[in-house]
């Protein structure tokens, strides 16, 4: 493990708890927890989260791919995150994978996948409206539902994959929070950081084809799902914006976006995750707004 995954571990872990201190399920949601939906009981399992006064009824879902950096961070760290977003309505999918580098690239991609199938096979069990399902991702993790969503739209790249999502779907939008949207690695001092973290995620650390394949502009096509970009002030990734803006505009993806900056505090890399921040209540609501506006029935 690179010095930089160590490092990662350690602060970030640090900065949730601190984030999350004092939050606990709110009496107005029910939770289904350590559900397995792979084979490995450590890695691949996930939480379902409901209105506890929804009852039976079906309602849209959303589906959380957590951030980290591809190397920390699991569902434990996003609960509270995610059932702030059930409480808007949705039944809530929250759900760890695999993490490098004890798992390269694609582990990630091919749980996300397996976790969507789950979600098919246990629609009815856990109220889920299939004709409505969306999707969060933020950071690395966006990245991840960004390759997600290509797979699903683009059969070209989907066919470099053992592995496939369910067939014939596509997230009725999806929501990408400070995400990587390009990997770059080289000698040079400024790209330490995503280089070393690449030589933690990439089999052969970054060789052209591995990086073609996680360039997600290279592969995005008209058929990608409407797409709600944010970032922020303070964002280290707020750089990689005009680039997926303008090959949107160019394959004519409905998306909005959104640049938040506050007076009173910075708002940093993944500020939405910190439910206790009017800021990040503000983007959490107008992201599930956007999501509505694709619900075909009354909400």
């Known amino acids: 493990m690179s010095e930089i995954s ?33 084979t490995d009981p450590v890695w691949q399992s996930l939480d379902v ?45 929250n759900f760890s994978y695999r993490l490098a580098p004890e798992h390269k690239f694609p582990a990630p991609l091919e749980d996300t996948c397996m976790v969507f199938s789950w979600i098919q096979i246990h629609a009815e069990k856990y109220g889920f409206d299939m004709a409505h399902i969306f999707a969060v991702g933020d950071s690395a993790g966006g990245h991840t539902l960004a390759l997600f969503c290509v797979m699903c739209t683009n059969p070209d790249y989907c066919s470099r994959y ?48 591995e990086l073609s394949l996680v360039n997600v502009s290279e592969w995005i096509t008209k058929e990608f799902p409407p797409t709600f970009l944010m970032t922020a002030e303070d964002d280290f990734l707020k750089y990689q914006i005009p680039d997926i803006v303008s090959v949107m505009i160019q394959k004519n993806v409905p998306f909005a976006v959104r640049y938040y900056k506050a007076e009173d505090e910075k708002l940093g890399h993944v500020f939405h995750l910190d439910i206790k921040n009017a800021h990040a209540r503000q983007c959490n609501d107008e992201e599930c707004a956007f999501f509505k506006e ?3 029935s009354n909400f």
């Open 162 to 209: 053992i592995f496939s999502p369910p067939k014939d779907f596509v997230p009725a939008a999806v929501a990408l929070n400070c995400a990587v949207h390009q990997i770059t690695v080289s000698d040079k001092p400024k790209d330490k950081f995503s280089t070393d973290l690449m030589t933690d995620y990439l089999e052969h650390k970054g060789n052209s084809e």
């Open 49 to 93: 989260y409901r209105l506890v006064n929804a009852g039976d009824e079906k309602l849209p879902v959303v589906v959380s791919v957590h951030g980290g950096g591809w190397v920390y961070r699991d569902k434990s760290r996003y609960q509270y995150y995610c059932m702030s977003l059930a409480e808007r309505g949705f039944a809530v999918v």
């Open 294 to 296: 694709y619900i075909k």
């Open 6 to 38: 160590e490092k990662i571990r350690k602060n970030f872990g640090s900065t949730d708890a601190k984030r999350d201190e004092g939050l606990e399920t709110p009496e107005t949601v029910v939770r289904f927890d350590d559900i397995i939906y792979g």
